[in-house]
């Protein structure tokens, strides 16, 4: 059979009509002049996001490891989320969404410390600065000790930007329980995974993805997997994360072009509201996502309590 890809690189028609977003508005001009400037589609005129729907983003952030296996559960006596997987660590096992009285919340602290040690798990918080109660708890975690292990900004959007025209080698995977196989290996490889985990983690991905709140793509170029991403259905809202491409591929726009067909994916299910989360020192990833219309939702942060 004889090869039909091209010799050559593969580029829009110099003729083609332009693909621009027309429904983008914006009534600030200079943000607009700005946004311009810097290649940068101003957003659109939505709705700012709410109070319930920040809510239902940061629920979804803060339970992403049940899609690895993990449990999710509110704990009333406590006043907290709790995630739980035995010997998940840190990252997988911690407490989450404190909603605690000003004049009680060390005392609650207290007890959620007290109760992870009892489990066998060392005491890990997630706190978020505009919604978890009281007000200026990561400034008081520090006072009494408490390490700030990581810290993240999470991002929203309620507008797909346009996806721009594709190269005919590219083609996107939606991933399958009985495909999980080339996600996994690449995944892995762009996020330095416990390579000794695999077949666990590919377990995993399938059951989430059969479970019907997680779905997952490879994004492929002349067969070649160069890009995954990972998309989670929480309560009105969608999270895309898990977004990596390939070491030999980046730079070349293809986690971009991931992240616009992820949240367009995320709105055609349905909700309006599509978030994903930022290291707060990845610069190039804050422009990414602001060329993409995304905008501050609240910053977070994993702290770990000090030696009892």
């Known amino acids: ?30 943000e607009t002049r700005h946004a311009a400037a810097h290649g940068i589609a101003p957003p659109p005129s939505v709705a700012p996001i709410s109070i319930d729907e920040l809510a239902s983003v940061q629920r979804d952030l803060v339970t992403l490891p049940v899609h690895a296996g993990a449990t999710a559960s509110d704990d009333p006596e406590l006043g907290v989320l709790r995630v739980r997987l035995p010997g998940g660590g840190a990252v997988m096992d911690y407490a989450a969404l404190p909603r605690w009285s000003a ?13 992870m040690r009892a489990e066998g798990t060392w005491p890990s918080l997630i ?25 993240e900004s999470a991002q929203w959007v309620a507008h797909a930007s346009v996806v721009p025209h594709l190269d005919p080698a590219l083609r996107f995977e939606a991933v399958q329980p009985h495909t999980t196989a080339d996600h996994e290996e690449l ?22 993805l059969a479970g019907g709140r997680l779905r997952a793509w490879v994004l492929r170029l002349h067969g ?21 491409v390939a070491r030999e591929w980046r730079g070349r726009g293809y986690g971009t072009l991931l992240a616009t067909v992820a949240t ?10 599509v978030w994903l989360s930022v290291d707060e020192t990845n610069d ?25």
Request: hydrophobic share 40%; proline share 6%.
């Open 224 to 244: 070649e997997p160069i890009a995954v991403a990972r998309l989670s259905q929480g309560e009105g809202v969608a999270g895309i994360h898990g977004l990596g």
């Open 127 to 151: 706190i978020a600065d505009r919604l978890d109660r009281p007000p200026g708890l990561d400034r008081a975690l520090r006072t009494l000790g408490w390490r700030r292990i990581s810290a």
């Open 103 to 115: 004049r009680d919340w060390q005392t609650s602290l207290d007890q959620v410390a007290e109760r």
């Open 264 to 273: 367009r994916a995320g709105m055609a299910t349905g909700n309006r509201i």
């Open 1 to 30: 059979m004889s090869d039909l890809r091209p010799t050559s690189p593969i580029r829009r028609p110099d003729d083609a009509r332009p693909r621009t977003a027309t429904e983008h508005v914006h009534d600030d001009a200079s």
């Open 284 to 308: 190039v990833a804050f422009h990414v996502y602001r060329k993409l219309g995304f905008q501050h939702a609240f910053g977070w942060s994993r702290w770990l309590a000090p030696v009892d």
């Open 187 to 208: 995944e892995r490889r762009v996020f330095g995974a416990d390579p000794s985990r695999a077949e666990a983690r590919r377990r995993e991905l399938a059951t989430a």
